[in-house]
């Protein structure tokens, strides 16, 4: 494939990805408009990301005889038009149906972009392009959530869904100029695959650290809002959207991933790393000020991305013979953290309060950061 498949799989990723965050900034928003408290509106953000955790696990049941062109094409269709009914400012009932449609297409465009990604210029390039597209999709989260904020302000909360689900028309006429491309083989996952993986302590530890290390992220992004706008009743969208400006590090951390590891000097050690700044970057949330929120923020997508980024890697090298399980374990491990991340911790906030929220991150990373030196201690046989 060419330059203008990727590109237009590239322009698809943001997209996709912006859809997908697009409602967090302007969570006390539609908080204060329905009158709802904070666990339904979090729900908004957990619809679309509970299908992203059984995808990888149930796709492959029914989109073996699907090509990625047509799949692409369907989804974002559905996407566009669940954008654009959102944009005529539906009640909470309805927005929150509209958002479990959006988050069922969301793993089939996914799963589809990664396989463009994989395939285009052939095999020598694959990890190369496969770095461009999560490059993309941290470019899509940040857009979703600046863009939103600031088209709030300037319009209305519809306004700013109206201008992605112009984005997802593009993208869906844009799918319609891709190349024709092999059916996917995603294969189906069995539990007897799924055990035996599991029987290996560094894949359990490697998931368990998948999950954490998302729980952690989207509870933080998702709660955010509703503590800096309680810090200030009167703050903006713009200025609590712009919050996630820290959130582009983790394009840089992306493409420079293979570096940061032989800098390093290994996938283990640069793990550990990663979680110590996760540590630091979580714990300077608990800073009361709104204004040092945006500098915790860059240390906190730093540490975030330095680990999701090698993680991954890190578990594609110890499997040799089922990549293809292990890829689509590691995602579902990932977003199960971020479905959890993104409700349950909201209930301890609303009720204990910030300080109590942050710690009990705090513990959790505690959890992971031992996991990953853990990770360090697996035999070297195993890499």
Same mark, same amino acid.
């Given at each position: 494939?060419?330059?203008?498949?990727?590109?237009?799989?590239?322009?698809?990723?943001?997209v996709?990805?912006?859809?997908?965050?697009?409602?967090?900034?302007?969570?006390?928003?539609?908080?204060?408009?329905?009158?709802?408290?904070?666990?339904?509106?979090?729900?908004l953000?957990?619809?679309?990301?509970?299908?992203?955790?059984?995808?990888?696990?149930?796709?492959?049941?029914?989109?073996?005889?699907?090509?990625?062109?047509?799949m692409l094409?369907?989804?974002?269709?559905?996407l566009?038009?669940?954008q654009?009914?959102?944009?005529f400012?539906?009640d909470?009932?309805?927005?929150?149906?509209l958002?479990?449609i959006?988050?069922?297409?969301?793993p089939?465009?996914?799963?589809?972009?990664?396989?463009?990604?994989?395939?285009?210029?052939?095999?020598s390039?694959?990890?190369?392009n496969?770095?461009i597209?999560?490059?993309?999709?941290?470019?899509?989260?940040?857009?979703?959530r600046?863009?939103?904020?600031?088209?709030?302000?300037?319009?209305?909360?519809?306004?700013?869904?109206?201008?992605w689900?112009?984005?997802?028309?593009i993208?869906?006429?844009?799918?319609?100029?891709?190349?024709s491309?092999?059916?996917?083989?995603?294969g189906?996952?069995?539990?007897?695959?799924?055990?035996?993986?599991a029987a290996?302590?560094v894949?359990a530890?490697?998931?368990? @650290?998948? /999950?954490? =290390?998302?729980? !952690?992220?989207? +509870?933080? $992004? %998702?709660? *955010?809002p509703?503590?800096?706008?309680?810090?200030?009743?009167?703050?903006?969208?713009?200025?609590i959207?712009?919050?996630?400006?820290?959130?582009?590090?983790?394009?840089?951390?992306?493409?420079?991933s293979?570096?940061?590891v032989?800098w390093?000097?290994?996938?283990?050690?640069?793990?550990?790393?990663g979680?110590?700044?996760?540590?630091?970057?979580t714990?300077?949330?608990?800073?009361?000020?709104?204004?040092?929120?945006y500098?915790?923020?860059?240390?906190?997508?730093? @540490?975030? /991305?330095? =680990?999701?980024? !090698?993680?991954? +890697?890190? $578990? %594609?090298? *110890?499997?040799?013979?089922?990549?293809?399980l292990?890829?689509?374990?590691?995602?579902?491990?990932?977003?199960?953290?971020?479905?959890?991340?993104?409700?349950?911790?909201?209930?301890?906030?609303?009720?204990?309060?910030?300080?109590?929220?942050v710690?009990l991150?705090l513990?959790?990373?505690?959890?992971?950061?031992?996991?990953?030196?853990?990770?360090?201690q697996?035999?070297?046989?195993s890499?």
């Amino acid at each position: 494939m060419g330059f203008r498949n990727l590109a237009i799989v590239i322009y698809c990723a943001v997209v996709g990805f912006a859809v997908l965050y697009a409602t967090q900034p302007l969570l006390p928003l539609l908080a204060a408009q329905w009158n709802r408290p904070i666990g339904d509106t979090a729900l908004l953000t957990t619809a679309t990301m509970v299908p992203l955790a059984l995808g990888p696990l149930l796709y492959g049941y029914i989109l073996e005889h699907i090509s990625t062109k047509h799949m692409l094409t369907a989804g974002f269709s559905v996407l566009t038009l669940a954008q654009f009914a959102i944009s005529f400012g539906p009640d909470y009932p309805v927005f929150f149906l509209l958002r479990t449609i959006e988050g069922l297409m969301l793993p089939a465009i996914f799963t589809a972009l990664m396989t463009y990604s994989s395939a285009a210029g052939g095999p020598s390039k694959t990890r190369r392009n496969i770095t461009i597209y999560i490059a993309a999709t941290i470019m899509g989260g940040y857009s979703g959530r600046v863009f939103s904020g600031l088209l709030t302000d300037a319009f209305s909360w519809e306004h700013a869904f109206l201008f992605w689900a112009v984005a997802a028309l593009i993208a869906t006429l844009l799918t319609l100029r891709l190349d024709s491309d092999p059916r996917l083989r995603l294969g189906k996952i069995k539990l007897a695959e799924i055990r035996a993986l599991a029987a290996r302590p560094v894949y359990a530890e490697g998931l368990i @650290g998948a /999950f954490l =290390l998302f729980f !952690v992220f989207a +509870a933080m $992004l %998702n709660f *955010l809002p509703f503590h800096m706008r309680d810090n200030n009743p009167d703050i903006s969208q713009s200025a609590i959207a712009l919050v996630y400006t820290g959130y582009l590090v983790g394009v840089a951390i992306a493409l420079a991933s293979l570096h940061l590891v032989r800098w390093f000097g290994g996938e283990r050690r640069t793990l550990v790393i990663g979680s110590l700044v996760y540590l630091v970057g979580t714990a300077a949330f608990a800073l009361p000020s709104n204004e040092l929120a945006y500098f915790s923020m860059l240390i906190f997508a730093a @540490g975030m /991305f330095t =680990l999701h980024s !090698v993680l991954s +890697a890190f $578990l %594609n090298h *110890l499997e040799t013979e089922r990549k293809g399980l292990i890829n689509g374990l590691y995602v579902s491990a990932y977003y199960a953290g971020g479905a959890l991340g993104s409700y349950l911790p909201g209930f301890l906030y609303q009720y204990v309060g910030w300080t109590a929220f942050v710690i009990l991150l705090l513990c959790l990373l505690g959890v992971l950061t031992m996991l990953t030196m853990m990770l360090r201690q697996a035999p070297e046989h195993s890499a």
